[in-house]
């Protein structure tokens, strides 16, 4: 390739390049659209000498308070209840756990009887087989 043919591909390569651009820029404006995003308005411009721009900071700041309070008003609602359902639920647990190890002694103590009552038969058959050993040996 000669680089006097380079000015003639660059043109339609950058062109190919723009409409690529408009294309991704178009199908982000609908998935915007899609999305329910509304387009950004442009930024008011306000003007600092105008006398009603003290009375908006105001308004704006005595909002701002209004919902700050109502947020940590639920907030704290929330954070006094959390312990109260911590506390009931650790109850619940321990109330299982109590009759899980109730349960697990009286299994443990039945198990315990029915070895022992075991080993008092064995004990027995040993001791009827050394009676029968020492008759033989006499």
């Known amino acids: 390739m000669e680089y006097a ?3 003639k591909l660059l043109a339609p390569f950058m062109e190919c390049l723009a409409w690529l651009g408009v294309f991704f820029l178009t199908i982000a404006g609908c998935y915007a659209i899609l999305r329910g995003k509304k ?4 930024n008011e411009v306000i003007d600092v ?5 003290a009375k908006r900071v105001d308004e704006h700041i005595a909002e701002n308070k209004t919902q700050h309070d109502q947020l940590f008003a639920k907030t704290n609602a929330i954070s006094r209840s959390i312990p109260t359902a911590i506390e009931a639920k650790v109850n ?7 009759q899980d190890v109730k349960d697990l002694r009286e299994a443990n103590a ?3 009887l029915k070895i022992h009552e075991r080993v008092n038969d064995v ?3 040993v001791s009827r087989l050394q009676g029968q050993f020492d008759q033989m040996n006499k």
Request: hydrophobic share 25%; glycine share 8%; no cysteine.
């Open 110 to 112: 039945d198990s315990q």
């Open 5 to 7: 043919q380079a000015p």
């Open 39 to 42: 387009p950004q308005p442009p």
């Open 123 to 125: 004990v027995q058959g």
């Open 92 to 98: 619940e647990l321990r109330r299982e756990v109590l």
């Open 49 to 53: 000498n105008h006398g009603s721009l």
